[in-house]
């Protein structure tokens, strides 16, 4: 499918996790401080790989099939999870629980902003 459609499925699969499991991924970056170097390393490297460079990947993807403006990938897989995360929590600081209904609104907020057509 577009790079689209594999940006918005994984932000649904994140989004619709349990809360538990969707704070764990909140929780776990921010402990980082608390593990000792060792494990800290091994921790970011999965992160990363399985995470945060899998979605890097597909907007890189995206980027250069011209589906998506050619900007810096890192900084569009920062700007998405900016969004993301303040759903991340068990109860959410913004009092709305992650839905399909919200995954989709976060989603055309990204992808075509708030101006009308």
């Known amino acids: 499918g577009s790079c689209q459609t594999q940006i918005e499925r994984v932000v649904a699969r994140i989004m619709l996790l349990p809360p538990a499991e969707r704070a764990s991924l909140r ?7 608390n593990l000792d170097e060792t494990t800290r390393k091994a921790f970011v490297q999965i992160y990363h790989d399985q995470f ?5 990947a597909i907007f890189e993807d995206g980027m250069a099939r011209g589906e998506f403006k050619a900007l810096d990938p890192q900084v569009a897989t ?9 759903y991340f929590h068990v109860s959410p600081v913004t009092g709305v629980m992650p839905s ?18």
């Open 100 to 117: 399909e209904t919200l995954v989709a609104q976060l989603m055309e907020i990204f992808f075509h902003g708030l101006r009308s057509a």
């Open 52 to 56: 945060i460079g899998r979605i890097t």
């Open 78 to 86: 920062w700007s998405l999870l900016g969004m993301l995360y303040p």
């Open 27 to 33: 929780l776990a970056s921010q402990e980082l401080g």
